[in-house]
T-cell receptor, first 110, second 120 residues
Framework: GQQLNQSPQSMFIQEGEDVSMNCTSS?????WLWYKQDPGEGPVLLIA?????ELTSNGRLTAQFGITRKDSFLNISASIPSDVGIYFC??????????FGQGTRLTINP | EAGVAQSPRYKIIEKRQSVAFWCNPI?????LYWYQQILGQGPKLLIQ????????DSQLPKDRFSAERLKGVDSTLKIQPAKLEDSAVYLC???????FGGGLVKETQYFGPGTRLLVL
């Protein structure tokens, strides 16, 4: 089946630092999504990407749909304590089911 | 607007017992999803309903898992009998269900808080 490889698995940073994470796939996707999951809650959609090369921002978050359609990147600028959580990428081909990555756990030292 | 509701929030059972989870989607959402999230992994789709019909249940272990959405609104997911490896968070999500006519799907899935199952 389809596999998504998300890296890094975890990050420990200082408050105010920028964060970068990425996701790669063995298959081509036409949709890339980025979610954040807080402890005890379900994932919440942060950014949706629908076109190769697309760059989309949501506040301090910026995500890109890779040109090859097999990867995507998420950047967080000037991290703050509420950015702590697990970030998941997810991809989809057409109307098929979403496939999720393993997640990147972000920890911020104040 | 109320979000996706799930109950119970936590459940501890012994292996070979049965368990059921309940989900109430966002009002007006035709599509309902059940996901399994094992610790340290991303969610994995178990079953997708469009109204009360099954769209995709290819990853549902049908020898022990069953799900229904009889009136096209609430849904229940059952495990019988449970195994140790079923310990996970079971997430329900819903979406409007208007974008599945083919081609690109731009619908947002809204997730509930999940039910945490521990099988001993």
């Amino acid at each position: 089946g389809q596999q998504l490889n998300q890296s890094p698995q975890s990050m420990f940073i200082q408050e105010g630092e920028d964060v970068s994470m990425n996701c790669t796939s063995s298959s081509i996707f036409n949709t890339w999504l980025w979610y954040k999951q807080d402890p005890g809650e379900g994932p919440v959609l942060l950014i949706a990407l629908y076109k190769a090369g697309e760059l989309t921002s949501n506040g301090r978050l910026t995500a890109q749909f890779g040109i090859t359609r097999k990867d995507s990147f998420l950047n967080i600028s000037a991290s703050i304590p509420s950015d702590v959580g697990i970030y998941f990428c997810a991809g989809r081909q057409g109307a098929q089911k979403l496939v999720f990555g393993q997640g990147t756990r972000l920890t911020i030292n104040p | 607007e109320a979000g996706v509701a799930q109950s119970p929030r936590y459940k501890i059972i012994e292996k070979r017992q049965s368990v059921a989870f309940w989900c109430n989607p966002i009002s007006g959402h035709a599509t309902l999803y059940w996901y399994q999230q094992i610790l340290g992994q991303g969610p994995k789709l178990l079953i997708q309903f469009q109204n009360n019909g099954v769209v995709d249940d290819s990853q549902l272990p049908k020898d022990r898992f069953s799900a229904e959405r009889l009136k096209g609104v609430d849904s229940t997911l059952k495990i019988q009998p449970a195994k140790l490896e079923d310990s996970a968070v079971y997430l329900c999500a819903s979406s409007l269900g208007l974008g599945f006519g083919g081609g690109l799907v731009k619908e947002t899935q809204y997730f509930g808080p999940g039910t945490r199952l521990l099988v001993l």
